[in-house]
Nanobody
Framework: QVQLVESGGGLVQAGGSLRLSCAAS????????MGWFRQAPGKEREFVAT????????VYADSVKGRFTISKDGAGKTVYLQMNSLKPEDTAVYYC????????????????WGQGTQVTVSS
């Protein structure tokens, strides 16, 4: 059964940090990359960051560049999102997803999705 399970969300004050994890149960080599997206109440799902499995290349949304870091483990089963200098506008449900095609900023190119983890940043 294909599964992506996120963890690490929670409540943090502005300026604080959180580290999200995403564990994959399937053969990740069948996908190009892993990405993180987020969705705030009343807003569309937006791209946050992505990392390719083979080269480890990364791409970030401008809104998180310099504050968030996406990484992966050596086994190719877990992806992380280190979030520093958090702002109230980062509050959202964060989803990890596995990409089946390009371009990687587009959610429709992601084949598998996790259930999401809530991140709340208080001011």
């Amino acid at each position: 059964q294909v599964q992506l399970v996120e963890s690490g969300g929670g409540l943090v004050q502005a300026g604080g940090s959180l580290r999200l994890s995403c564990a994959a149960s399937f053969r990740t080599s069948s996908t190009y990359a892993m990405g993180w997206f987020r969705q705030a109440p009343g807003k569309e799902r937006e791209f946050v960051a992505t990392i390719t499995w083979n080269s480890g290349g990364t791409v970030y949304a401008d809104s998180v560049k310099g504050r968030f870091t996406i990484s992966k483990d050596g086994a190719g089963k877990t992806v992380y999102l280190q979030m520093n200098s958090l702002k109230p506008e980062d509050t959202a449900v964060y989803y990890c997803a596995a990409a089946a095609s390009w371009p990687l900023r587009e959610p429709e190119n992601y084949l598998y999705w996790g259930q999401g983890t809530q991140v709340t940043v208080s001011s």
